[in-house]
Nanobody
Framework: QVQLVESGGGLVQAGGSLRLSCAASRSISNINTMGWYRQAPGKQPELVASITHSGSTNYADSVKGRFTISRDNAWNTMYLQMNSLKPEDTAVYYC??????????WGQGTQVTVSS
């Protein structure tokens, strides 16, 4: 079973930056999409950013221009560079990897807290 482990979360002041990483415990074949989701207290989970196997990216309107998703060439690690952070970005951030074989892998989450 593949495990995804997020890291890089923490407490930052508004306007600051964080870089989240998501590392897979082993190589994942047939990747379809890799993405970052977040869930704030009392709110539904939302897609923050995603990247397809072909390299196409998609961002939530609320993070466009501030966040950048990327991955390493081996598709073993995914990143989320978060700049100009706002208090409303506070949430638990999860990484997710889906495959063309309908596998659906999630990480355990990492807390991001942005103070005003």
């Amino acid at each position: 079973q593949v495990q995804l482990v997020e890291s890089g979360g923490g407490l930052v002041q508004a306007g600051g930056s964080l870089r989240l990483s998501c590392a897979a415990s082993r190589s994942i074949s047939n990747i379809n999409t890799m993405g970052w989701y977040r869930q704030a207290p009392g709110k539904q989970p939302e897609l923050v950013a995603s990247i397809t196997h072909s390299g196409s990216t998609n961002y939530a309107d609320s993070v466009k221009g501030r966040f950048t998703i990327s991955r390493d060439n081996a598709w073993n690690t995914m990143y989320l560079q978060m700049n100009s952070l706002k208090p409303e970005d506070t949430a638990v951030y999860y990484c997710r990897v889906t495959t063309t074989l309908a596998d659906d892998h999630w990480g355990q989450g990492t807390q991001v807290t942005v103070s005003s």
